[in-house]
């Protein structure tokens, strides 16, 4: 598969699957079809092949933006981590979102109301998610499943390999799904442009963070549409609160801090 | 229910002679048939009359849910009651009866289907298996015993299927020969156009069932089949679903 040099891996986009620890695979459980580990750490971890999953991310990309009706794409999340990227990804991309429970016959009974003929699924989890792919293989659905080393491939036809334990990774990786569909439609032609939606709007929040922030934050807008990322990086509000949440987080914003110098 | 129990108890195998052709039986509703307002995109697809053979929709298998759709493609169906037998569950009760019917459809030109329904009434099983029938409809593969000469009148290869314990053997007969077959399969195989058919069965065929089924699966295997002639590649067509992809969503119901 040869594709014009635009469609590597970039180190901006590098450096973000690392910071949202994409590469961070599961511990020990390990299936056979799992050639996309680079290397077992001492403490268990398998860490995944970035390089495979970009190109992973390229090919589903190019298969969804194959459907000529976006709505005929079906993005699922039953858990509550891609729930919000699954919605945002519907959002940008006019695809259709199942967040949260899945009705079993959305797919298979033309009597639910939730009765539903995608071309094409893509799954946050095929283990959470098993419903939907089960239900996809009755009606000639193929799938694409953001697969941890974990998760079982059974009826996924394309599996981003990715850490799909953290919310973080969860949401870069349906960004940069969402960014490589739109690029691919040509909605935004640059490719060396980077994308003005920043990864943060497609991570989950959990309610009492939501409440923190409404708290401090007097109506400063979360969606980033018409102001450059620099400058939001640089504003006050936004990174103070990011440092107030746990570590996890707290490496984010110092490694992201770190990256926008770079840049 | 006595007669029809006495009617069923009398002859095992034997069709029921129920005069059918497209029309049923009385006491149908006026809307049934006029106001089809199709759920699933191919139902739209084929109501718009995007989609008018059977050969598409196997071509690409997309699943038809719908018996409406087989009806507008395919108008001449005739269908055969093959049998009703009555089915007992044991409740404290008493005994609690069904009827199942067993169903047989065909085109008489390469098209059968085979519909196996049970329910409290006869009536309502009967028709509940003419449904199921409709949108089991498979093609059938027909060649030709020696020189293809004139239209295909027996089947190309020596097929077989099996459904519990009963295997049902086809094997292709010259000319004249006619379809050498139990009722039930002569049946089957009239309503799929076949004209030259020699069969070998094994297993238990009194279970008219299995038979059936054993003998569907058989016919069904004709397409399975690998002959030279299919050996050329020939390029893929586009879905349907994807060419048509306004006119399969256009009318959707919105909740």
């Known amino acids: 598969m040869s594709l014009p040099a635009s469609f590597d891996l970039t180190p901006e986009d590098a450096k973000l699957l690392l910071a949202a620890n994409v590469h961070l695979g599961a511990k020990n459980v390990q299936v056979h079809n799992e050639p996309y580990v680079y290397k077992t750490r001492p403490d268990g971890v398998n860490i995944i092949n970035i390089g495979k999953t970009w190109e992973k991310i390229v090919l589903a990309a190019r298969i969804i933006a194959a459907i000529p009706n976006s709505q005929d794409v079906v993005a699922v999340s039953s858990r509550t981590f891609g729930q919000r990227a699954v919605l945002k990804y519907a959002n940008h991309t006019g695809a259709t979102a199942i967040a949260g429970r899945f009705t079993p016959g959305s797919f298979t009974n033309y009597i639910t109301r939730s009765f539903k003929e995608p071309r094409l699924v893509i799954v946050t989890d095929p283990r959470t998610d098993f419903q939907a792919i089960k239900e996809s293989s009755y009606v000639n659905i193929p799938v694409i499943a953001l697969t941890d080393m974990d998760s079982p491939s059974e009826f996924v036809d394309v599996a981003i390999p990715c850490n799909n334990k953290g919310k973080h990774s969860i949401g870069l990786i349906w ?87 770079a840049w | 229910m006595s007669t029809e129990q006495a009617a069923a108890a009398a002859p095992q195998k034997r069709a029921f002679g129920r005069p059918r052709g497209g029309n049923r039986r009385g006491g149908r509703r006026d809307n049934e048939e006029k106001g089809w307002t199709p759920v699933t995109k191919l139902g739209r697809l084929v109501k718009a009359g995007k989609i008018t053979t059977m050969e598409e929709i196997y071509l690409h298998a997309l699943p038809v849910k719908e018996y409406q759709i087989i009806d507008t493609i395919l108008p001449e169906l005739k269908d055969q009651v093959m049998k009703i037998k009555p089915v007992q569950k044991q409740t404290r009760a008493g005994q609690r009866t069904r009827f199942k019917a067993i169903v047989v459809i065909g085109d008489s030109n390469g098209h059968v289907g085979l519909g196996i329904k ?3 009434e006869v009536a309502t099983a009967i028709r509940a298996a003419i449904i199921i029938a409709k949108l089991s409809i498979i093609p059938i593969r027909r060649g030709y015993w020696g020189s293809s000469l004139g239209a295909p009148h027996s089947l190309p290869v020596k097929v077989t299927g099996k459904c519990g314990s009963v295997a049902v053997r086809l094997i292709p007969a010259p000319r004249g020969s006619g379809i050498v077959a139990s009722p039930a399969v002569k049946k089957l195989m009239q309503l799929a156009g076949v004209e030259d058919v020699y069969t070998s069965s094994s297993g238990s065929t009194r279970t008219l069932e299995n038979t059936l089924k054993a003998a569907f699966v058989a016919i069904g295997n004709t397409y399975g089949f690998l002959t030279p002639n299919l050996w050329k590649d020939f390029e893929l067509t586009q879905n349907p679903l994807d060419v048509y992809a306004d006119e399969a969503l256009a009318g959707k119901k919105r909740y």
């Open chain 2, 118 to 120: 049970t329910a409290k």
């Open chain 1, 175 to 261: 960004y940069l799904l969402a960014r490589e569909v739109l690029r691919l439609r040509g909605s935004l032609p640059d490719r060396s442009e980077p994308w003005s939606i920043m990864p943060d709007l497609y991570f989950y929040r959990d309610p009492e963070e939501v409440e923190a922030t409404t708290e401090d934050k007097e109506g400063v807008e979360e969606e980033t549409e018409a102001v450059t990322e620099e400058a939001e990086w640089t504003a006050e509000p936004a990174e103070a609160d990011w440092s107030t949440q746990p570590a996890e987080a707290a490496d984010w914003a110092e490694t992201g801090a770190e990256t926008v110098q």
